[in-house]
Structure formats: structure tokens, C-alpha cells
């Protein structure tokens, strides 16, 4: 009788310290699975929440619905979570959802896309790339290297893929492009439309843009998955991808890596992924009882290309990226 009692004793013990355990749900709405740069952002979080002792992750993934998004946010509240992890596939339509997560007093992190409507709900820390300087360099990049190659004052064709039309990384990153524009003259704008940011719709775009317009000599491709699409495109029509069109992407992925060595794209700016860590460092500061800034948080980020040392501005000279492919973690 003793031993069996030690025994319930024990079990119930070993309960109460695995529900001990999760003493916080952390929720997180993420957009959906478009891209590899998706797929790294989801992976480090997952990791990241899922890794700490006595935190417990709810995902959601809204398959890039904003309705998905707002129902997932609203599910999150009934469920009594303790943290709220946001990025919005739009930038606008989220003030109504995001203040019901304030008047329930659930601290809301942002991540990556931001809301338009920041100041007029709270939210406790901000976490994101910066889109419009990530566009610029991208401009920046091809002006510049069309320069080193001696072709600085030929009149050059660039057509703009651009991503999720309305998603904070478009938005910025369009505005960064066209503003870089004005700085290189000789570079002609012949066709800007969206791919998604995904690999399918960066193909079939570049498919109809090779049918409709003459000559295309530069490729600013907001994402690294839509320029990898492109370049099966190019490939497709008979064209040499990184020669006879000249491509920039954006995100810095491993796979944009492995193109640029092998000589079919040209450079990739840095739009980093990893959060995962960044997060935890402000759950448990949160926890702790420290308030955090609203200041966006951007993460250091560089320019990686086929031979390094373009200067981009702003301090952002370009390395090679067959230097540093080992160390890509995403
Ligand atoms: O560049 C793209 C992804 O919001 C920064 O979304 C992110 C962007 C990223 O699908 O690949």
C-alpha cells in the first residue's frame, strides 16, 4: 500500500511539473509557406519557442488570407494565449483585430511586415527588415556594377519583379528601387509587375515579359525565389541567365547562393529570416517585467554577389558570396 501510495505520489509530482512546464503559450500568425526566406522564418521561431522549457507554440499558417489571419488572431484571444507573434501579409485592414488583442492585454510582438496602423495600437517590440534600403541597394547594386564593368553610361533596361502587391517587403522595397533609380540615370524602367514572391510566379512572368518586351537587360527581383524562377525562364528561351540579363535578388537564401557561384545570377541583398532568437530575448525580458522601445529593430544585413566589393552606399559593400556559403544557415 505504501509503495502504491510513493508511486501516485510520484506521478502526480511528475505532472505537476510537466504542466509547470508550459507556463506561457506563445502564438504566432504567420503568412503562409511562399518562399524559402518563409520557410527559415517559420523553422527559427518554431525552434526558438519550441526549445524553451515551459513555453508551448501555437501556430497558425494563414495560407497569405488576411481573413485567415484576422480569424487566427481572434482564436489566439479565445484561447487564452500569453503572447502574440504578428507579421501581415498586407500592410493595411488590421487596427479593428489588433486592437481586440490590446483590450485583452496580450502583448503583441511584430515581426517582419509591419502594420500601417503602428501608432495607434500598442504593441510591445518590433522586429523587421528594412525594405526601402533594401530596394534601394538593390538599384544601387546594378548601377554600381555597370559602372565597374565600363557600362555606366549605356542606356540599360531593368524590369522590376515585385512581390505580394501590398505586403510591407513590396511596398518599401518598390519605393527603395524607383527612389535608387533617379540615382543612375543611364538605367530605363521597362516593365515593373508582381510575382508573388514566389519561384512559380517569378517563371511564368518572366516568360510573358521575354514574349512582350524587346530587350530586358537588368532583373531587380524582390525575392530570391522569384529571380530562381526568372532564370529557368531565361534558360528556357534560349538566353544566358547572369550575362545576357543581369539579376538582383533580395533575401539572401542558400539557393541564390548556389546560383551565383555557378554564374546564372548576379547578387543577392540580405533580408534575414532568423527572428527565433530576437523573439525569445523579448518574451523574457517581457517576462522579467522590462518594457521594451517601439523603435523597429532592424537586423544587420549585407550585399553578397558573383566577386564582391561593390559599394552600394550606406556602408553596404558587396562580399563574394563563394566566400561565405558555408556559413548561410538558411
Ligand atoms: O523577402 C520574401 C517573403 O516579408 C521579408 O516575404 C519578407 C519577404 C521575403 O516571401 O521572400
Not at 13 to 31: E, G, P, R, T, W
Request: a negative charge; proline letters at 2%.
Amino acid at each position: 500500500m505504501k509503495k502504491l501510495l510513493a508511486l501516485v505520489l510520484a506521478l502526480v509530482m511528475v505532472l505537476a511539473a510537466a504542466s509547470a512546464l508550459a507556463d506561457y503559450k506563445i502564438a504566432f500568425s504567420q503568412i503562409g509557406q511562399e518562399s524559402d526566406w518563409r520557410t527559415a522564418n517559420t523553422d527559427s521561431i518554431k525552434a526558438a519557442i519550441e526549445g524553451h522549457e515551459g513555453w508551448e507554440l501555437i501556430y497558425d499558417d494563414a495560407q497569405q488570407k488576411q481573413e485567415n489571419q484576422i480569424k487566427a488572431l481572434r482564436n489566439f484571444i479565445t484561447q487564452g494565449v500569453d503572447y502574440i507573434l504578428f507579421t501581415g501579409v498586407v500592410e493595411t485592414g488590421w487596427e479593428e483585430v489588433l486592437k481586440e488583442v490590446n483590450d485583452e492585454g496580450i502583448p503583441l510582438i511584430l515581426i517582419d511586415r509591419m502594420p500601417d496602423c503602428m501608432d495607434k495600437i500598442d504593441y510591445a517590440a518590433a522586429f523587421g527588415g528594412d525594405f526601402v534600403e533594401e530596394g534601394r541597394r538593390q538599384v544601387a547594386w546594378a548601377g554600381e556594377y555597370l559602372k565597374s564593368v565600363g557600362r555606366g553610361e549605356e542606356e540599360v533596361n531593368v524590369a522590376i519583379m515585385e512581390g505580394t502587391t501590398g505586403a510591407g517587403a513590396q511596398v518599401g522595397r518598390t519605393e527603395g528601387n524607383l527612389a535608387a533609380m533617379a540615382d543612375y540615370p543611364n538605367l530605363k524602367l521597362v516593365a515593373q509587375n508582381t510575382g508573388n514572391f514566389t519561384r512559380a510566379e517569378g517563371q511564368a512572368l518572366m516568360e510573358s515579359w521575354l514574349k512582350s518586351i524587346d530587350k530586358i537587360d537588368v532583373l531587380i527581383a524582390q525575392n530570391d525565389d522569384m529571380a530562381l524562377g526568372a532564370i529557368d525562364a531565361i534558360k528556357a528561351a534560349g538566353k544566358v541567365p547572369g550575362k545576357d540579363i543581369i539579376i538582383v535578388g533580395c533575401d539572401s537564401v542558400k539557393a541564390a547562393f548556389d546560383a551565383i557561384v555557378a554564374g546564372e545570377m548576379n547578387a543577392t541583398i540580405e533580408c534575414t529570416p532568423l527572428y527565433g532568437p530576437f523573439v525569445v530575448d523579448a518574451i523574457e525580458k517581457l517576462i522579467a517585467g522590462e518594457t521594451l522601445g517601439k523603435e523597429l529593430i532592424h537586423p544587420v544585413e549585407g550585399v553578397y554577389d558573383m566577386d564582391g566589393g561593390i559599394d552600394c552606399g550606406n556602408g553596404a559593400v558587396s562580399v563574394k558570396a563563394a566566400d561565405v556559403i558555408n556559413e548561410r544557415q538558411y
